[in-house]
């Protein structure tokens, strides 16, 4: 987070929520989806978003993968996610041993290398939070508020190729 002229700006570029800033709202929306299962179904792209806005709390070497997987839930929905991520939490089990399979995020690009984009037409901050939830207009508005984001975040990747 910076300060500037008062108002608190996220690394993304987003000013601040009533919330606070983008990890703050990451955190309510983690701590939220422990007691709501039909919320938990945006976990993997909430997370992809939320470290692909602000790499300084993401490990480099994972965010190609939560690019591709962003632009596979962009694809192909997100049944297909939840099916996708399934397997491969069932083959990240100890005893499979068969560790993670990149091939069905192979068809799509790789992340752009070089700066991280500044700004993204929209973030986690500007996620409505209305009595004492992110869900309080339903499950399918949250949902498109969320593919909204991830749309963001892989559009302004992609700005910063060429």
């Excluded at 099916?83 to 083959?91: E, F, H, K, M, Y």
């Excluded at 068809?107 to 939830?133: H, I, K, V």
Aim: net charge negative; with cysteine; proline share 6%.
């Amino acid at each position: 987070m910076a300060d500037g002229a008062g108002v608190s700006r996220c690394e993304c570029g987003a000013a601040a929520g009533p919330l606070g800033v983008c990890v703050d709202y990451f955190h309510a929306i983690l701590a939220e989806e422990q007691s709501d299962p039909q919320m938990y179904r945006w976990h993997a792209p909430v997370v992809c978003v939320h470290l692909l806005q602000h790499p300084s709390q993401a490990h480099e070497s994972y965010r190609d993968g939560q690019f591709r997987l962003l632009q596979f839930y962009l694809d192909k929905g997100l049944d297909a996610l939840l099916r996708l991520t399934a397997r491969q939490v069932a083959r990240n089990n100890h005893r499979a041993r068969s560790g993670y399979d990149m091939a069905s995020l192979e068809a799509y690009a790789p992340l752009p290398q070089g700066e991280s984009p500044r700004s993204f037409r929209a973030t986690l901050c500007g996620l409505p939070f209305r009595d004492g939830s992110f869900t309080a207009d339903g499950h399918p508005a949250y949902g498109r508020r969320i593919q909204a984001i991830a749309e963001a975040t892989v559009e302004s990747w992609r700005s910063i190729e060429g």
